[in-house]
């Protein structure tokens, strides 16, 4: 077989990956790069010959899993598209705000080649997509088939096993083998597997021995707590699908145990009102901590801007803001809330996720109280003069246990992707110590590797 990897560099970007069966030539996601602009942002599909593809499979509908595949299939309209239906509904509305955000930049930037899709070609185009359960095995041909294993990442990410004769190859997405609050861990396989192609994102970032999630979640309770009892309000910016979630969950735990009063205002705002009422559809037929529960059906969530209305949201104290976007990039709701909450010393502004470093939020990750930024270059600068803290609530399995799952599969080849250069390193070197006669690959975009097959 042979294995390609699309992307165009060695980062977290637009992943994509090609794998040659023989019989059966199958591309794994379709990313869009979270930073890069235009055509930079799509993976080197220009590799992949027109309507020579059989099959493509999305893991997750995370943009930079997800973002291109309207273009992939423009080059591959025979090629049938298979994901998990929860993956399906949420890449549904992600793409389709995703030619929003690409329309906005084409005037604002000049950028003449977005949006890369558009609304009506998205809206045709999904009703192809093939819905997928975990754990049910698919005939591609007669000697490749294909079976979905839940990651744990995101409601609906799954790995993908491509299996042809007696020869498995596993790649894995994006993966989270912790429960979190409202998503169970990654239930994936660990027998006869020849060649694992694994995500590396925390490979540089060591986490603290001591970390427990339970910890953590009491650590943003007593936050929350000091921030309500001096007088101020709270506001967690949050990715509008995965984390608003996992927030929504965690607030709603700590209402329920009465460590937090249950009269407590909790406001949604911008894309996340629409997230939340599809993660509440599959709350029957996904995986749960909390079986059947429903946010908007469980809970007390007052949604700031619900769909076609534009409603401000208003400052209350007292109250929970947890609003999308998770880097507070502008134009969005976190961005505008931020303009005038950052001043007050009584509020708390509170990261439970991952930002860039020039994204608003990175920036003031690194600030000083009293510092001023910028927020929004359209508005005056600010004064940042609230409480700050940080938290880990990663949808990413620490590296340890990605190490651990790779030294119980034990595979002849391992693949390492999606990381940074030091962080897919980081397995790198570990590996060579801990499975010496395990073939450790950082596979360069562009070039061919070979996975030997099993004889029949
Ligand atoms: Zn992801
Ligand atoms: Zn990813």
New binding site residues.
């Given amino acids: 077989m042979i294995f390609q990897n699309l992307a165009r560099n060695n980062e977290i970007g637009s992943s994509s990956y090609l794998l040659d069966t023989g019989d059966c030539r199958v591309v794994m996601d379709a990313g869009m790069h979270p930073s890069a602009e235009s055509t930079e942002a799509i993976p080197n599909y220009q590799e992949l010959e027109k309507n020579s593809v059989d099959a493509i499979f999305l893991?997750?509908s995370?943009l930079?899993?997800a973002g291109t595949l309207p273009v992939l299939m423009r080059d591959q309209p025979e090629a049938p598209v298979y994901m998990t239906a929860a993956t399906a509904a949420l890449t549904d509305a992600l793409l389709h705000n995703s030619v929003n955000v690409m329309s906005s930049k084409r005037l604002e930037l000049g950028i003449t080649e977005y949006p890369l899709y558009g609304h009506r070609e998205l809206d045709r185009l999904e009703t192809s997509w093939k819905h997928l359960e975990y754990k049910k095995p698919l005939d591609l041909t007669l000697e490749t088939s294909a079976t979905l294993h839940d990651a744990g990442?995101?409601l609906g990410?799954s790995g993908i096993m491509i299996e042809k004769n007696n020869t498995r190859v596993f790649y894995t997405?994006?993966i989270n083998f912790e429960d979190q609050t409202l998503i169970t861990g990654a239930d994936f396989p660990t027998e006869d597997i020849d060649a694992l192609i694994i995500e590396t994102t925390r490979g540089a970032s060591p986490r603290d021995p001591a970390y427990e999630r339970e910890k953590e979640e009491d650590r943003l309770l007593a936050a929350i707590q000091a921030t309500i009892d001096r007088g101020g309000a709270v506001l967690i910016p949050v990715f509008a699908m995965g984390k608003t979630q996992e927030v929504l969950t965690m607030l709603h735990k700590f209402k329920t145990s009465g460590r937090l009063s249950d009269k407590t205002p909790v406001f949604i705002g911008g894309l996340s009102t629409k997230m939340t009422i599809l993660f509440d559809e599959f709350a029957d037929s996904t995986p749960r901590k909390l079986p059947g529960f429903e946010i908007f059906r469980d809970m007390d969530v007052r949604a700031g801007s619900k769909k076609g209305s534009r409603k401000p949201i208003v400052y209350q104290k007292g109250a929970i803001y947890a609003l999308s976007s998770g880097m507070m990039t502008e134009k969005t709701t976190s961005n505008g809330f931020a303009q005038t909450f950052i001043s007050n010393p009584k509020n708390g502004l509170l990261f439970v996720g991952y930002a860039a470093p020039d994204t608003p939020a990175g920036k003031i990750r690194a600030m000083n109280r009293g510092d001023i930024i910028e927020l929004n270059p359209e508005m005056p600068p600010v004064v940042f003069d609230c409480e700050m803290e940080e938290f880990d609530f990663s949808?990413?399995s620490e590296r340890e246990a990605l190490l651990d799952y790779m030294l119980k599969v034990a595979p002849k080849q391992i693949f390492l992707v999606h990381g940074d250069i030091e962080a897919s390193r980081w397995f790198e070197t570990q590996l060579h110590e801990k499975l010496p006669d395990c073939d450790v690959v950082i596979p360069l975009p562009k070039k061919h590797y070979t996975i030997p097959e099993n004889p029949a």
């Fill in positions: 893991t997750h995370h930079d899993h990442h995101i990410s997405g994006d949808g990413h």
